[in-house]
C-alpha cells in the first residue's frame, strides 16, 4: 500500500474514534445539526459528558450546535414511579402495653392494655412472662392483635393450660408490642 493509501486509512480510523469517544452516532434520526426525525440515535454513555443541558457547543470548526435528542442518563427510576429510593411507606412505632390483670386458677390468662401510638391501625405482638413465687418463669407465652390508629385494645394472652395457672404468682408484661 502507498503512504497516501496508510495515511487516509490512519485518517478514517481516527475519525471514527473521535466519533465514538464525543458520543455521535450515525444511524438515521440523530445528526450533529439538531434536526430530530422520530429515532433515538445511539449517543454516549460516558458520566462525564453533561446530558441534562439542551446544548452545548461543538468542537467542529462549522458552528454548529448539538442538541441532545437520545434517552441515555436522563431519567432515573423513580421518574417511571417504580418504588426506588422515593418509597412512601412507613415503619409503624411499637405499641406501649399496661398490665390490667395477671393469671389465676380460674383465668388461665393475663389481661394487658396495649396503646396504639401510630396515625394507622396494626397488628402488634404482646408477650407475658409469667412468674412464679421464686421469680423463675413458668412460661412465656405471646399473642397478637389489631389495634385501631392512636387507639387502644384490651388483649389477653393465655397460659399454654389451665394447670400451669396455679403456679403463676405474678405476670409482667413486655412494656412494648411489636409492630407487625
Avoid at 438515521?28 to 458520566?47: L, T
Avoid at 407465652?141 to 385501631?148: D, G, K, L, N, T
Avoid at 400451669?164 to 412494648?176: G, I, L, M, N, S
Amino acid at each position: 500500500m502507498d503512504r497516501r493509501g496508510q495515511k487516509l486509512k490512519f485518517t478514517a480510523v481516527a475519525v471514527v474514534v473521535v466519533l465514538a469517544l464525543t458520543g455521535f452516532s450515525t444511524s438515521k434520526g440523530h445528526s450533529r445539526a439538531g434536526r430530530h426525525s422520530g429515532g433515538g440515535g445511539g449517543g454516549c454513555s460516558s458520566s462525564s459528558q453533561n446530558h441534562d443541558s439542551s446544548s452545548s457547543s461543538s468542537g467542529g470548526s462549522s458552528g454548529s450546535t448539538y442538541h441532545d435528542y437520545d434517552d441515555d442518563d436522563d431519567y432515573t427510576d423513580d421518574t417511571y414511579g417504580d418504588g426506588g429510593s422515593s418509597s412512601t411507606s412507613t415503619t409503624q412505632q411499637d405499641a406501649t402495653v399496661k398490665l390490667i390483670d395477671c393469671a389465676t386458677p380460674s383465668e388461665a390468662y393475663a389481661t394487658v392494655e396495649v396503646t396504639n401510638p401510630n396515625a394507622t391501625g396494626g397488628y402488634f405482638t404482646v408477650t407475658v412472662d409469667f412468674l412464679d413465687a421464686g421469680s423463675d418463669t413458668v412460661e412465656e407465652r405471646s399473642a397478637e392483635e389489631y389495634v385501631a390508629a392512636n387507639g387502644s385494645a384490651t388483649v389477653q394472652v393465655a397460659l399454654s393450660t389451665p394447670a400451669v395457672a396455679a403456679k403463676v404468682d405474678r405476670c409482667e408484661p413486655e412494656p412494648y408490642a411489636s409492630a407487625r
